[in-house]
């Protein structure tokens, strides 16, 4: 039944929906098992209507988690069709071309049911702990990358199908824990299936379609507002991305075209896809181009369907950005969240208050160390530590935060406790900031040391590192310089990332993250922050004098 | 020592609240004073000035008074604390800079964080490592200590913050970094993390110790004075500072740790309604306060006003989480909501209706109050429907201008959206309300709350108008607003014990858990606190155990209180049974085939409890019914008749059917049409729906 709804009694029944995806995330925090969801956070939720359109997300979502589950609505109805789910049915996947891009991210949805009917789909990612395979991006084939879970039915009208709980204990190192945040995964879709329910009931509605659809419609129009503001015409990038030492460089092209309120992304002249483990699906370009798009244009409207539909997005099949099977892509971030850069890069021109410069945050810095106390346990730790973010217009970069996903580090007593490795250092790096009218936020040096004594690992420890930015640093904009490159050291020799890293007792591997590009002339900077920065460490007198261009740094 | 009179006095943003209980006659006496920010104590004496007219001399009588200040929140806010040094093991010292790395806002990015309270020139680190395990590894470096130590005298140190790696576990590296400093810096102020907060997470740690080296010093200056203040006029009781658990210490344990009472603000009004809720048998309650910039809500389900862990100070954006600096310590479990009085109310980019979280504030205030506000706020709204008397605001000290009300809600919400200015309040009311239930839906879910079987008891100057809408979409059946709602804090204070409480991070699986060992844990932390208390001039009446829990491999911890017998007696299946109901209450059900894992210990100490401030009451003997005027009713969506009911007129057992509007001085409570109220002989006002 249609009805109309009044500005006031849809922002009223907005913020109910938008609270039901905040209370499904907070459920999630507090059930999950696994230290890369309940610390870091590495996981989203979302809400479909009944067609499988984004009705709405939580606040704190990682982008391409969101955009993967969301393309893969569009395509799951083909392998069950939503007219014939139940009660109690839900799906699983893993596929990197249905879903987020690669095989540690598990998708779990579940429809939803108000009185007969299917109104809504609750979703959520989680990026478990494992699902098998190589640890390493240097393979060749997503076959070596571990299990690939197609499409399923985990559960039916509310029966676990045990078969395929099996099969996944029986390929991931750690069954336990990823079984049982499996099922807190699904605890927590019924949670919301329930909340969202008991809105319906409340609200007297029997389903969302036009409420779902007037908030699309005005978010859309917003978005086409965003756009609009942008002078037509075609606004280029181009990068050029490094795999560490002696490693071949990824080109990465974009082309926008704005024409009116619509515009057109074109990865045309990317680079082909490689064989190693960083190659990046459709969807997940297309998400973090999204994400890039929206910070600029649109960063307060909510994230629906709606927001979309002034966007065309392109990539030529095979390239990079659009890789086809059996394509290793374990390690996509190291490509993909430069993206949000390129669009940057390409609107600096016209929009030079909005966009930001380069971040030594991006791409994430994502580390396991795994091994075996002295002993014989085995333990598991990804300790999680950032670069910093680009310079803005009106701002220095934030030191050590995550961009563009959005997760927590952990704190080193945990770690430690967790793990016989030491952290000997977690501090900022003078000088690992790009220097501007507005420098770009810091890095950090994370140290771990192997311990020699009683306490020394049975086995050497595997030190699995996706990376990026350690040949080529993040780009200044406006005449301000470049952060220097990230770095990885073991005993003061310098290594690469991606392949698996044996670390022996007494090793010491010392991990630089890089800082952000700066933004404007950096003789142009207040001479009191200079001093401050002097007098805090973060810059070298020989920065304050030979860069800042600072008379007396002594 | 007893006295005749209790005094209350809780400094605010705006105003100094008094409250002051003249034990012989059963008589509360309200006074109000502007804050005096540059120093606080001089809006105290004010007020100490005004009861000298009524009672010369009262402070000889007084027994005790019991003070609450924003003191320390506003020094981190307006960053006016000390001069403060930060020492960490080496190669940490940016550990409340790095944070948590985590963006509260994944689409800005311009997003802002507060800079930390402790520069880095101002940290150091030191050459000492201890273990996980407690093992030291590397001894502290004492001449590196004493070089650091020279270097903060000469530059002008006030108070330095120590925090060391695993000193929850092992703290003999700071105990000698304190020791050391305190024979070298004899001047300065100290704040040793496993004296603070001896718990695991060196970042949260780091962040409480240092916010309680920063506002130390000022804390110790403004409590001396006071104290000599008081002194001078007489008095030899008891000074009480309240605690932002609740509970209230001496004048001593406030100035070693400002940062338990950093959130003592909105603990005066929890404590006023837990009280209620235990005089009027109620199984549970929301306690509801709603004031000028935000309104607050606490969930009252057991016998204790509940506690929370962690929360953020001096946050950049108000209502993000994660945009403020961590503090963990034990504080009114609380949620707050960007909504209140003063929250603006416009058009969203969607083109659909927004209230807050930006605030008028004081000033410009409400476009009614005339003060150079032109934008339309929730008091613009609940003016314009009638629900506030213009000529009767803060008892008719304030006029209201209802046609600057109408005129903004005209301009920025009406037109856009093709409506009246009435309706367009209505909208306004509402979605303030729906903004405040849908937050306490969150809130409750959070905690196994369920707040259709609550009552909701309204304090604050905005939340009596607001309560029934807010109790009608929470299918919360009953209300409760106390008297002189608008100041309920300071009568609170005076219901609060002398307590204190320690925490101790223990992490062991339940079967591997000696419980004798944890027996002389508790033992130790009640030694501890039972020292504090005396020291506060009060005895232990009755400590309340409690312990963090987790399935072993996950991150968030349930706190459980435990029953008051000895651990053996309940033995490793009795913990069990308890956890795992628990955890069902909280989540729904229990995990089958998962261990559970004790994290930290909790022990509270408590002195006896204190008289309520609540005493009996007659009616004025002035005539009930003041007046009648036109209001919004929400079932007719129009303008209906309401009568006026002066509440101190009201005898007990006297119904009133709504739609009423009932006034006094510091608040208003609207009854509609489907609701009845009444006054019991306590002066508290039960408002039900029919």
């Given at each position: 039944m249609p009805r109309t709804h009044s500005p006031v009694g849809l922002e009223i029944a907005w913020s109910r929906i938008t609270s039901i995806a905040d209370e499904a995330d907070a459920n999630v925090a507090r059930t999950a098992f696994s230290s890369i969801i309940r610390d870091s956070h590495d996981y989203s939720c979302g809400l479909y209507d009944a067609r499988g359109n984004l009705l709405s997300q939580p606040a704190s979502v990682a982008p391409a988690h969101l955009g993967g589950m969301t393309a893969a609505m569009k395509v799951l109805g083909d392998h069950?069709?939503?007219?014939?789910l139940r009660e109690g049915d839900a799906i699983v996947t893993n596929d990197p071309w249905i879903m987020s891009g690669h095989l540690p991210d598990i998708m779990i949805v579940m429809p939803v049911f108000h009185r007969g009917r299917l109104v809504a789909h609750a979703g959520s990612v989680f990026h478990h702990q494992d699902v098998g395979g190589h640890l390493g991006t240097d393979t060749r084939e997503v076959f070596e990358e571990g299990l690939q879970i197609p499409p399923c039915m985990l559960y039916r009208a509310g029966q676990a199908n045990e078969d395929i709980f099996r099969i996944i204990a029986q390929n991931v190192r750690v069954p336990e824990l990823v079984i049982n945040d499996l099922k807190s995964q699904v605890a927590s879709l019924h949670f919301t299936a329930g909340r969202i329910r008991g809105f319906l009931e409340e609200q007297d509605l029997d389903d969302l379609e036009s409420l779902a659809d007037e908030i699309y419609q005005r978010t859309e129009t917003a978005v086409r507002r965003g756009i609009e503001k942008i002078p037509d015409g075609v606004y280029s990038a181009e990068k050029l991305l490094d795999l560490g030492p002696d490693e071949p460089n990824v080109r990465l092209k974009l082309r926008l075209e704005i024409t009116g309120d619509e515009l057109f992304a074109d990865f045309a002249g990317t680079g082909p896809q490689v064989e190693r483990g960083v190659n990046c699906v459709f969807n997940y370009t297309t998400a973090y181009l999204l994400f890039g798009i929206m910070s600029l244009v649109a960063p307060f409207l909510p994230s629906n369907a709606g927001a979309v539909r002034p966007l065309r997005i392109a990539a030529p099949e095979g390239c990079i950005l659009n890789a086809q099977r059996p394509a290793p892509v374990i390690g996509r971030t190291a490509i993909g969240q430069n993206i949000p850069e390129l669009v940057f890069s390409a609107l600096s021109s016209v929009l030079p208050e909005e966009v930001i410069a380069e971040s030594g945050s991006l791409p994430l810095w994502w580390l396991t160390l795994s091994g075996q106390r002295a002993g014989g346990e085995p333990f598991v730790v990804g300790p999680m530590f950032s670069g910093g973010l680009g310079a803005r217009s009106g701002s220095d970069g934030v030191s050590t935060l995550t961009f563009p996903t959005n997760i927590m580090n952990n704190p080193v007593e945990a770690m430690e406790s967790e793990s016989p490795l030491l952290v000997e250092r977690r501090e900022l790096l003078e000088d690992s900031a790009g220097a501007g009218r507005y420098r770009g936020g810091l890095g950090q040096a994370f140290v771990v040391r192997v311990p020699d004594d009683d306490t020394a690992p049975a086995r050497p420890v595997v030190s699995f590192l996706v990376a990026g930015r350690t040949v080529i640093g993040p780009k200044g904009l406006f005449g301000a310089t470049d952060a220097p490159p990230a770095a990885i050291e073991v005993n003061g020799q310098t290594i690469g990332w991606g392949r698996p890293y044996l670390l022996n007792p007494g090793d010491r591997i010392a991990y630089r993250t890089a800082g952000g590009g700066g933004y404007g002339n950096p003789k142009e900077r207040d001479r009191d922050k200079v001093r401050e920065d002097l007098l805090n460490g973060l810059i070298s007198p020989q920065a304050a004098r030979d860069i800042y261009g600072l008379d007396d740094p002594s | 020592m007893s006295g005749r009179f209790l005094l209350g006095c809780d400094i605010g943003g705006t105003f100094t609240d008094f409250v002051l209980l003249d034990q012989e006659n059963d008589e509360l006496h309200l006074v109000k004073c502007p804050t005096t920010a540059e120093d606080p104590s001089n809006g105290v004496m004010d007020g100490i000035a005004a009861y000298e007219q009524l009672f010369p001399e009262f402070l000889a009588e007084t027994e005790r008074v019991h003070h609450g200040t924003t003191l320390v929140i506003n020094a981190v806010i307006e960053r006016s604390g000390a001069k403060t040094a930060l020492i960490t093991t080496k190669g940490f010292r940016d550990v409340i800079e790095i944070g948590s790395e985590r963006r509260y806002d994944v689409y800005d990015l311009q997003q802002q964080y507060p800079s930390p309270l402790v520069p880095r020139h101002l940290r150091f680190g030191v050459t000492e490592r201890i273990r996980s395990d407690g093992m030291v590894l590397t001894p502290l470096d004492l001449r590196e200590l004493e070089a650091i130590a020279r270097h903060v005298a000469d530059i002008g140190v006030e108070s330095v913050a120590v925090c060391l790696l695993h000193s929850y576990r092992d703290a003999a590296h700071e105990e000698q970094v304190e020791e050391r400093l305190a024979a070298l810096l004899p001047e300065v102020e100290l704040s040793i993390s496993a004296q603070v907060l001896p718990e695991i997470n060196e970042y949260a740690r780091a962040s409480t110790t240092v916010v309680n080296a920063y506002t130390k010093p000022l804390m110790r200056g403004y409590l001396e004075r006071l104290e000599r203040l008081f002194t001078e006029k007489g008095f030899g009781g008891q000074i009480l500072i309240m605690l932002s658990s609740g509970g209230a210490t001496s004048i001593d344990t406030a100035v070693r740790f400002p940062v338990r009472v950093i959130e003592s603000g909105p603990v005066g009004g929890v404590t006023l309604c837990q009280g209620i809720k235990s005089r009027s048998g109620l199984g549970s309650a929301i306690a509801f306060d709603m004031g000028g910039t935000t309104a607050k809500v606490c969930l009252l389900q057991g016998d204790e006003v509940p506690l929370a862990n962690d929360y953020e100070v001096a946050r950049v954006h108000r209502f993000k989480r994660g945009s403020g600096i961590p503090i963990k310590a034990s504080c009114v479990d609380l949620l707050e909501i960007?909504?209140?009085?003063g929250s603006i109310a416009g058009i969203g980019p969607l083109g659909l209706l927004q209230v807050g979280p930006q605030s008028a504030g004081a000033?410009?205030?409400?476009?009614?109050?005339?003060?150079?506000?032109t934008k339309p706020t929730t008091t613009d709204a609940d003016l314009l429907l009638g629900y506030l008397d213009p000529s009767y605001f803060l008892g008719g000290t304030m006029p209201l201008d209802p046609d600057a009300s109408r005129e903004a809600l005209r301009a920025h919400v009406a037109d856009q959206l093709g409506m009246t200015p009435e309706l367009a309040a209505w909208g306004v009311h509402d979605l303030a309300n729906e903004s405040m239930a849908a937050a306490t839906r969150v809130f409750a879910a959070e905690r196994g709350a369920d707040p259709t079987k609550m009552t909701l008891i309204a304090t604050g100057g905005a939340g009596p108008v607001h309560a029934r809408g807010l109790a009608a979409k929470l299918g919360v059946g009953r209300i409760i607003v106390p008297p002189a709602a608008g100041v309920a804090s300071a009568i609170g204070f005076l219901a609060a014990p002398v307590s204190f409480d320690l925490v101790q991070t223990h992490k062991r699986a339940l079967s591997e858990a000696n419980l004798a060992h944890l027996e002389s844990l508790f033992a130790e932390q009640s030694r501890k606190i039972a020292e504090t208390l005396e020291a506060a001039g009060g005895e232990v009446a009755r400590f309340d155990r409690s312990v963090d829990v987790r399935y072993i491999g996950q991150g968030h911890e349930i706190r459980i209180a435990l029953p008051d017998k000895p651990l053996a007696e309940l033995g490793k299946a009795g913990l069990l049974t308890l956890f795992q109901q628990s955890y069902e209450r909280l989540y729904g059900s229990a995990l089958s085939g998962n261990e559970f894992e004790i994290v930290n210990l909790r022990l509270t100490g408590r002195g006896p409890e204190t008289a309520s401030p609540l005493r009996p009451r007659q009616a004025s003997g002035d005539p009930m019914i003041k007046g009648e005027r036109p209001a919004f009713c929400p079932n007719e969506q129009d303008f209906v008749r309401h009568i006026v009911v002066d509440r101190y007129a009201i005898d007990p057992g006297v119904r009133i059917e709504g739609p009423a509007i009932i006034e006094e001085r510091e608040s208003t409570t609207v009854v509609d049409a489907r609701m009845t109220a009444e006054v019991d002989e306590l002066g508290l006002l039960h408002l039900q729906f029919v």
């Open positions: 069950f069709p939503f007219e014939t | 960007g909504t209140g009085g000033t410009p205030g409400p476009a009614c109050y005339g003060f150079g506000g």
